[in-house]
């Protein structure tokens, strides 16, 4: 089997690629057709299938037309890497294409996807063990909520709101007078029409759009506008919770009982481990609630999940008999008991009709009037990358250990020690361009919106490019809401926003004295310019800077750690006024209670081992002004920023190891435990594994 990497992101290559591609964002669609194209010219198009089980592949071939040399000037591909691409495509049978949200979160998204199944079709590569495309979402159970209708252009069960057929069917179903004859509005236009007063009452549950939309500040105006704002959710405090009227506590994922269905269509039970805290309830019983006080109650009157699920099943059944591809009708007459100890299993699952084949598509069968699939013309959008452009292109995605806008994981200390700070991926040749230092901060201006973040320079990220992370948030950040630079440009088709290829500018931040620093207490970096706050074992870490230094160092301190409810502290301190380096670091009784860290420029501390200290204790005959250093005794360990997180393993633990003689991830694995456990850091380990290699080899 053939690996290939498309990335539109970076340009490191992946430990386990056969070819690695770094493509401009936008560019799939010009890959792709031309990957048709060449498909058909080297004679491999599956004929026997196309003929049988599909319909359009001439006007699909006659829209892909397009050149190599266009291909390239697209895609910032050389012709080289193209070739190496389609004859890789061309001759490995067992082809997988996995996209993600880089494909899907873009102006011509469904272009891309379409792009990719035409490929697919065109070679009968669909259906049948190792080939196919797969989508890998952005959420866990993002089929599951399709099956019960969670998008706006969607009844439950797959059915499609613009039918007439499946809307009657619905609404005979479930016995309702009207139901909706056009699609409802998709997630930008919705807060668009709450920003023009189109809706004046909104529902927000378990999501966080202030962060999560484009034009993030016009959401969070939008919301702040609206005359009732209900909120549901784990946490009191979001950037979204803070313009609740209403806040309605929500169960979490442990606490929760249901089914959920992954990207196999498998559907599993998910059983509540953990007990539901306080006036803690599910979002089902929520929404069963409100709808019964409106005077449905005997349509919401569901007793439990087991209820909900029959339902769902029953109508997956109806007047079905093959038609749709979500049939569930098998778990229709379940008991609860039964429902208790459901085992996972994929659907379809029909009433009365034995299992048939797992898998879709390979003999055909399309969900389509006459069975067959449709290929879709797609053409190449005709934009070549211009570097004329004084503007940089912007990619945001995620980093490895938080998720989605981090209210949860930003509360994991653990989580946090790999990535504590957003930041803003530039490469060398931009950084010196531009007057940007390694480790400055600076400001991503798209017109009057405006994040400030951490430089961080490398020749991963590709020229007149940069990435940031998506996650952070206005809780763990001064102004890192990356979304707010984003423009709301959708899709026409899917309605998706473009959230991976925004247009910006980017320019120094002119800092006066940067600073550290770790408590035990949650700090209050009002006095910042700019700040990035995370958990830490025993505590909290702070990143911070100020745009003036300050002479007041104590009543600064004095602030940021809200020292004045805590008595007889004991304070270390040290300075040098010509360098503007002070430190000080004070002890509740023997518990380092702060330590702070400025300097004119990025501080030099140990980062983590400097955090760990706060849940150590420090007695009278020990010393204490290893903490004004900022780093361990000659011996002492300081493992580097961490790497393995679930294991605590830092980059400077694996260096040493690789240095002893641990030359592969294995060895490191078997020598640290570093990459053993949930296997997300290995390709960290094989970087460093292959730098140290390098370094030995000069």
């Given at each position: 089997?053939?690996?290939?990497v498309?990335?539109p992101r970076?340009?490191?290559?992946?430990?386990?690629?056969?070819?690695?591609?770094?493509?401009?964002p936008?560019?799939?669609?010009?890959l792709?057709c031309?990957?048709?194209s060449?498909?058909?010219?080297?004679g491999?198009l599956?004929e026997?299938?196309?003929a049988?089980?599909?319909?359009?592949l001439d006007?699909?071939?006659?829209?892909?037309d397009?050149e190599?040399?266009?291909v390239?000037?697209?895609?910032?591909l050389?012709l080289?890497e193209?070739k190496?691409?389609?004859?890789?495509?061309?001759a490995t049978?067992?082809t997988?294409?996995?996209?993600s949200q880089?494909?899907?979160q873009?102006?011509?998204g469904?272009?891309?996807v379409n792009?990719?199944i035409n490929c697919?079709?065109?070679?009968g590569r669909?259906?049948?063990?190792g080939m196919g495309?797969f989508?890998?979402?952005?959420q866990?159970?993002?089929m599951?909520g399709r099956?019960?209708?969670?998008?706006?252009?969607?009844?439950a069960?797959?059915?499609?709101?613009?039918r007439?057929?499946?809307r009657?069917?619905?609404?005979?179903?479930?016995q309702?007078?009207?139901?909706a004859?056009?699609?409802g509005?998709?997630?930008?236009?919705?807060?668009?029409?709450?920003?023009?007063?189109?809706?004046?009452?909104?529902?927000?549950?378990?999501?966080?759009?202030?962060?999560s939309?484009?034009d993030?500040?016009g959401?969070?105006?939008a919301i702040?506008?609206?005359?009732?704002?209900v909120?549901?959710d784990?946490?009191a405090?979001?950037?979204?919770a803070?313009?609740a009227?209403?806040?309605?506590?929500?169960?979490?994922w442990g606490?929760?009982?249901?089914?959920?269905?992954?990207s196999?269509?498998?559907?599993?039970?998910?059983?509540?481990?953990?007990?539901a805290?306080?006036?803690a309830?599910?979002?089902w019983?929520q929404m069963?609630?409100?709808?019964q006080?409106m005077?449905h109650?005997?349509?919401f009157d569901?007793?439990?999940?087991?209820s909900i699920?029959r339902e769902?099943?029953?109508?997956s059944?109806?007047?079905?008999?093959g038609?749709?591809?979500?049939d569930?009708?098998?778990?229709?007459?379940?008991?609860t008991?039964?429902?208790?100890r459901?085992?996972p299993?994929?659907?379809?699952r029909?009433?009365?009709?034995a299992p048939?084949?797992?898998r879709?598509?390979?003999?055909?069968?399309?969900?389509?009037?006459?069975?067959?699939a449709r290929?879709?013309p797609?053409?190449?959008a005709?934009?070549?990358?211009?570097?004329?452009?004084?503007q940089?292109?912007?990619?945001?995605?995620?980093?490895?250990?938080?998720?989605?806008?981090?209210?949860?994981t930003g509360k994991s200390?653990?989580?946090?020690?790999?990535?504590a700070e957003?930041f803003?991926?530039?490469?060398?040749?931009d950084?010196?361009?531009l007057?940007i230092?390694?480790?400055?901060?600076?400001e991503?201006i798209?017109?009057?919106?405006?994040?400030?973040?951490?430089?961080?320079?490398t020749?991963r990220?590709?020229a007149?490019?940069?990435?940031v992370?998506?996650?952070w948030?206005?809780?763990?950040?001064?102004?890192?809401r990356i979304n707010?630079?984003?423009?709301?440009?959708m899709?026409p088709?899917s309605?998706?926003?473009a959230?991976k290829?925004?247009?910006?500018a980017?320019?120094?931040?002119?800092?006066?004295?940067?600073?550290?620093a770790?408590?035990s207490n949650?700090p209050d970096?009002k006095?910042?310019?700019?700040?990035?706050?995370a958990?830490?074992?025993?505590g909290?870490?702070?990143?911070?800077?100020?745009?003036?230094a300050?002479?007041?160092?104590?009543?600064?301190a004095?602030?940021?750690?809200?020292?004045g409810?805590?008595?007889?502290?004991?304070?270390?301190a040290?300075n040098?006024?010509?360098?503007r380096d002070?430190?000080r670091?004070?002890?509740?009784?023997?518990?380092?209670?702060?330590?702070?860290y400025?300097s004119a420029?990025?501080?030099?501390v140990?980062?983590l081992w400097?955090a760990?200290?706060?849940?150590?204790?420090?007695d009278?005959r020990?010393s204490?002004?290893?903490?004004i250093?900022?780093?361990?005794?000659?011996g002492?360990?300081d493992?580097?920023?961490?790497v393995?997180?679930?294991?605590?393993v830092?980059?400077k633990?694996?260096?040493?190891?690789?240095?002893?003689?641990?030359?592969s991830?294995?060895a490191i694995g078997?020598?640290?435990?570093?990459?053993?456990?949930?296997g997300?850091?290995?390709s960290?380990i094989?970087e460093?594994v292959?730098?140290?290699?390098?370094?030995?080899a000069?």
């Open positions: 089997m053939k690996i290939v498309v990335d970076r340009t490191v290559t992946a430990d386990t690629a056969d070819l690695h591609l770094a493509i401009d936008d560019g799939d669609v010009a792709f031309g990957l048709l060449h498909l058909k010219n080297a491999v599956d026997a299938y196309i049988n089980h599909t319909e359009g006007a699909a071939l006659a829209a892909a397009i190599p040399e266009q390239a000037s697209q895609t910032g050389t080289n193209i190496r691409f389609y004859g890789l495509f061309e049978e067992k997988v294409t996995l996209y880089g494909v899907n873009s102006v011509c469904t272009d891309k792009a990719i697919h079709l065109a070679t669909i259906g049948r063990p495309p989508s890998i979402t952005g866990p159970n993002a599951g099956e019960v209708g969670g998008l706006a252009n969607m009844l069960c797959h059915m499609e709101l613009e007439d057929d499946h009657s069917l619905v609404r005979d179903f479930w309702s007078p009207v139901i004859e056009r699609a509005l998709k997630a930008v236009e919705l807060f668009q029409a709450v920003a023009d007063g189109r809706i004046k009452a909104l529902w927000i549950m378990a999501t966080n759009p202030v962060d939309l484009p993030a500040d959401v969070q105006a702040a506008s609206c005359p009732f704002v909120v549901s784990l946490l405090e979001t950037d979204s803070r313009h009227h209403v806040k309605l506590p929500s169960t979490g606490e929760k009982d249901g089914t959920v269905t992954n196999e269509r498998r559907v599993s039970r998910q059983r509540a481990f953990l007990p805290p306080g006036e309830m599910p979002d019983w069963g609630q409100v709808a006080l005077g109650h005997e349509a569901y007793p439990d999940p087991a699920f769902v099943a029953a109508l059944a109806q007047d079905n008999a038609t749709r591809d979500f569930i009708g098998d778990c229709a007459d379940m008991t008991h039964d429902y208790e459901l085992e299993f994929q659907w379809p029909p009433k009365d009709t048939g084949d797992a879709f598509f390979a003999k055909g069968g399309f969900f389509t009037a006459n069975r067959k290929f879709v797609v053409a190449p005709g934009r070549e990358i211009s570097e004329a452009s004084p940089l292109r912007l990619n945001s995605g995620r980093v490895r250990d938080h998720w989605h806008t981090m209210t949860r200390a653990r989580l946090s020690a790999h990535t957003p803003a991926e530039i490469h060398p040749d950084a010196s361009r007057g230092t390694e480790a400055s901060i600076v991503v798209s017109g009057d919106h405006k994040a400030r973040l951490r430089a961080l320079i020749r990220q590709k007149r490019r940069i990435f992370p998506m996650h948030n206005g809780l763990f950040a001064s102004a890192a707010a630079l984003i423009p709301p440009v899709d088709h309605g998706q926003p959230l290829s925004g247009r910006v980017i320019r120094p931040f002119k800092v006066g004295l940067f600073g550290f770790v408590s949650k970096p006095d910042c310019d700019y700040w990035a706050l958990r830490c074992k025993g909290w870490r702070l990143e911070f800077a100020l745009m003036r300050t002479d007041d160092i104590d009543g600064f004095a602030r940021l750690f809200r020292e409810a805590v008595q007889q502290l004991e304070t270390l040290y040098d006024r010509e360098k002070e430190r670091a004070s002890f509740d009784g023997n518990r380092l209670f702060n330590a702070l400025l420029e990025p501080v030099a140990s980062r400097a760990e200290q706060l849940a150590k204790g420090y009278l020990q204490r002004y290893r903490i250093a900022g780093r361990p005794l000659e002492g360990r493992p580097g920023a961490i393995c997180s679930c294991f605590g830092g980059a633990d694996i260096g040493a190891a690789v240095r002893s003689g641990s030359s991830v294995d078997r020598a640290l435990k570093a990459g053993t456990n949930c997300s850091c290995r960290e094989q460093i292959d730098a140290e290699s390098v370094v030995a000069e």
